[in-house]
């Protein structure tokens, strides 16, 4: 996979253009290019495109359009596909140590209507994070850290999906470590406890 991007920062806008898989010779490829523009000090407006062409004969164009909204403590954007599907979300700083955030996703193409709603949560004490989110299609996840001693931490995660599964069952896998490098040197350790709930 070959992916190529470039990025232009302005005073009041950005410009972003991407290729994924660009092929000159068979004129293949996603194309995908966005402009965002502020147009007040909280309020930024943009657009993205996105050209789809993943053989000679069969191509494809998406358009998209965002508002995002930017006030002392929080941040609210909307989102239209131009295929039928709208998304906004509303992020709130409620403290230093806590976080809200919420979601919705519509989708009304080709005559189906489906709407999700996600509400989740963050929340740092003085050695631990816990993060957790429930949507309206019955999954529920949540993760739980742990910090032991610098640089080391111990994870938990959980995820059940209730509008897949008719009955729970817990299993309790070996522990694996994940570790962190950065620039040649170990940074993290992170010992991690899987439960899966089939």
Not at 23 to 42: A, D, R
Not at 68 to 87: E, H, I, R, S
Not at 119 to 140: L, Y
Request: charged share 20%.
């Amino acid at each position: 996979m070959l992916q190529v991007e470039q990025d232009y920062n302005g005073k009041d806008f950005s410009i972003n253009l991407k290729g994924v898989n660009p092929s000159p010779v068979e004129s293949t490829g996603i194309f995908i290019g966005s402009y965002m523009q502020s147009v007040t000090q909280n309020l930024a407006l943009g657009a993205e495109a996105v050209y789809q062409r993943p053989t000679p004969g069969q191509e494809e164009t998406i358009w998209s359009y965002v508002a995002k909204y930017t006030g002392k403590d929080y941040v609210a954007t909307a989102q239209y596909q131009g295929f039928g599907a709208l998304q906004a979300s509303y992020y709130l700083r409620y403290s230093e140590k806590v976080d809200f955030g919420t979601e919705i996703q519509v989708l009304t193409a080709g005559g189906r209507r489906e709407a999700v709603a996600t509400v989740g949560g963050k929340f740092e004490f003085r050695r631990s994070t816990f993060r957790g989110q429930v949507d309206t299609a019955g999954k529920v996840s949540a993760v739980l850290e742990e910090k032991i001693v610098p640089g080391f931490s111990f994870l938990i995660s959980g995820e059940m999906d209730h509008g897949k599964v008719l009955e729970a069952r817990v299993c309790f896998l070996p522990f694996i470590v994940y570790c962190n490098v950065n620039q040649g040197k170990l940074t993290h350790v992170y010992l991690v406890l899987i439960i899966l709930l089939l």
